[in-house]
Structure formats: structure tokens, C-alpha cells
């Protein structure tokens, strides 16, 4: 018989694991995370854009959430 693995056989697994896209709140565009620094906060940027605000013209597609 074979001993289990000590990480619990996910270590393969991890790297083929589907990624959950972020997905702005305001406009419904994807984004995607700057990691920071010594000297940098972490920031969430559109992917399109590369900023951290929506653009106007998306703001004005964006589906309404209130009644």
C-alpha cells in the first residue's frame, strides 16, 4: 500500500484550477489585481484599461439594480 500524500494530493491540482474572474460592481467590465509593494498599495484595475475607474460610457450601459 502507498502512504498518503502529505498535502492531501491537491498540490497538482491547484495549477489546473478554473479562475473566478473579478467582475466590477459598477459597470460589469473584468478586472484584475496589481499586487503591491514595500511602497505600493494593492489595487484592483479594469483589465481593458488598466485604471482603477470605470469608464463613463460603461457607467451609462451598466444594468440598474434598483426596483
Known amino acids: ?11 497538482g491540482r491547484e495549477s489546473y484550477r478554473p ?7 459598477r459597470c460589469g467590465h473584468e478586472q484584475r489585481v496589481v499586487p503591491g509593494g514595500p511602497d505600493r498599495a494593492v489595487r484592483v484595475v ?3 484599461t488598466g485604471r482603477e475607474a470605470c469608464e463613463p460610457g460603461d457607467l451609462a450601459k451598466a444594468p440598474d439594480d434598483g426596483p
Open 1 to 11: 500500500m502507498s502512504s498518503p500524500h502529505p498535502d492531501g494530493g491537491r498540490a
Open 46 to 48: 479594469h483589465v481593458a
Open 19 to 25: 479562475r473566478i474572474p473579478l467582475i466590477c460592481p
